[in-house]
């Protein structure tokens, strides 16, 4: 019942910004940590950025400077704001989100849940 919508990827020259959206819903108590994965082809899928529920970040070095995330609690949402893009960051980008599932009067460990993932190209 709990789902993971992402949106915002697409085709970027490089230099070019993209901004990543991410909304988690359904039978939420609570999330404590969001944040986006990467799986270029061929690749492993490794860690981008997260963002703690207190807003506390941390960044894969490869995208310090470039990449900012941020969260929005009343709605649930994570955020990845890329700015000059470059080729090797193409890939397929997952949101993951760390949460509490309600459960009728109780509720669920926390446990991870992932996005369908959108795809991020920067070419030419």
């Known amino acids: 019942q709990v789902q993971l919508v992402e949106s915002g990827g697409g085709l970027v020259q490089p230099g070019g910004s993209l901004r990543l959206s991410c909304t988690a819903s359904g039978s939420i108590f609570s999330i404590n940590v969001m944040g986006w994965y990467r799986q270029a082809p061929g690749k492993q899928r490794d860690l981008v950025s997260v963002?703690?529920?207190?807003?506390?970040?941390h960044y894969q070095d490869s995208v310090k400077g470039r990449f900012t995330i941020s969260r929005d609690n009343a709605k649930n949402t994570v955020y990845l704001q890329m700015n000059n893009l470059k080729p090797e960051d193409t890939a397929v980008y997952y949101c993951n989100a760390n949460l509490i599932r309600k459960i009728g009067s109780f509720y669920d460990k926390p446990n991870d849940y992932w996005g369908q993932g959108t795809q991020v190209t920067v070419s030419s």
């Open positions: 963002i703690t529920s207190g807003g506390t970040t």
